[in-house]
């Protein structure tokens, strides 16, 4: 068994779940457990706001479970049925995807579906660098060339190949976007953000035609790359699947760049860094956009729609979040201020809004 990653904590008892039925369960599909007489020593990823990971720590092996949080309901962000098939089809193309190793769906093991894959060791690097964790600015610019190589590798897997044509809905990807977006922030808004109109109908009066249509991440974050322990520069691992889908790739970018905090940025921006962006040698997230415009040929005439539906589309999941928080359906302290969040990044998009005239 590998050294246990410095993030993964107790499980929190508000997620807490009845380990010894997983186990059970797990030495049933997994032929390689059922020699486990004892339930693994689980522990609970923190920093992730969506769906629940926990490390599962049986001897000799790391294993993987995700799961929703308690309250929520199977449907885009949380169909973990989905999350297991995308990384199960499109492992014979991308290399880079978690094995996944087994997909529950009875809801008496654990009270909702779930699912269980390997853990790909390698360094996660968070807002801050830690313990013997080292960029020069070289290294830097190099991790970040090879980041967006890894996205023009994903945009360019072969989706009937793979069993994937049925992932999207076709042509309109934009529109469903800003429309879908914006249905979500109107239905998950408290009284104490913004009511991001003027955004939403700027977006709406804005929309570009899709550029094109291929698998997108639609998470794709340096904090959701698993990085070599050895080379730091070299990507191993893609995370964090439930948002995949077929659609413009350029959306997939604008939702990428929205988590790049910049060294320059401003204080309050600087505060919802978490990945280390603002290092020496980092590229800034215009470098960003030409290194992927130079990969692919893709040129965007105006990447303002992108960048500013990035934010508000961060700005939504975000309150969605917090909405749950508000409402008493999480008790996760970490969530107290999401809404401060929100309100900050809908008035950055309104900034950029204003900037481009």
Same mark, same amino acid.
């Given at each position: 068994?590998?050294?246990? +990653?410095?993030?993964? %904590? @107790? ?13 059970? *369960? ?9 020699? !486990? ?14 769906? #629940?990971?926990?490390? =599962? ?7 993987? =479970? ?68 080292? #960029? ?54 408290? *009284? ?9 109908? *700027? ?79 980092? #590229? ?13 040929? =893709?040129? @965007? ?7 500013? !539906? ?17 409402? %008493?359906?999480?008790?996760? +302290?970490?969530?107290?201020?999401? *809404? ?10 309104? %900034? ?6």
């Amino acid at each position: 068994m590998s050294e246990v +990653p410095t993030n993964a %904590k @107790a499980v929190r008892e508000d997620d807490a779940f009845d380990v010894e039925a997983v186990h059970t *369960w797990l030495t049933r599909q997994v032929p390689d457990l059922a020699d !486990f007489a004892v339930p693994p020593t689980v522990r609970q990823f923190v920093g992730g706001a969506s769906n #629940l990971t926990y490390l =599962l720590s049986y001897p000799g092996r790391d294993l993987i =479970l995700r799961r929703p949080p308690a309250g929520t309901k199977a449907g885009s962000a949380h169909d973990m049925a989905r999350e297991f098939r995308v990384q199960q089809q499109v492992a014979g193309q991308f290399p880079l995807v978690p094995h996944v190793v087994a997909l529950c769906q009875d809801e008496s093991v654990l009270g909702a579906d779930f699912y269980v894959m390997d853990r790909i060791a390698g360094t996660i690097l968070r807002a801050n660098l830690t313990g013997s964790q080292h #960029l020069s600015p070289d290294q830097a610019r190099a991790l970040c060339e090879a980041m967006i190589d890894v996205l023009v590798r994903l945009h360019s897997v072969d989706v009937e190949a793979a069993g994937l044509a049925a992932l999207g809905k076709g042509p309109g990807y934009v529109k469903r976007q800003v429309t879908g977006w914006s249905e979500r922030y109107r239905a998950a808004r408290t *009284w104490n953000v913004p009511r991001g109109e003027k955004v939403m109908r *700027w977006l709406a009066e804005r929309m570009p035609e899709d550029v094109g249509y291929c698998l997108i991440h639609n998470d794709f974050r340096l904090d959701n790359l698993v990085l070599d322990d050895a080379d730091l520069t070299r990507p191993v691992g893609v995370l964090d699947w439930e948002m995949a889908t077929l659609g413009d790739p350029l959306m997939d970018l604008g939702g990428s760049l929205a988590y790049w905090v910049e060294a320059g940025d401003g204080a309050l921006m600087r505060r919802i860094r978490r990945q280390p962006s603002n290092l020496p040698g980092m #590229l800034t997230r215009r470098q960003m956009l030409e290194a992927y415009a130079s990969r692919t040929g =893709l040129q @965007a005439s105006d990447f303002t729609f992108y960048e500013v !539906f990035g934010l508000f589309r961060l700005a939504v999941i975000i309150q969605q979040i917090y909405y749950r928080y508000h409402h %008493k359906q999480s008790t996760n +302290p970490a969530f107290r201020n999401y *809404w401060l969040m929100c309100g900050y990044l809908i008035r950055r998009c309104h %900034k950029i809004m204003r900037e481009a005239g």
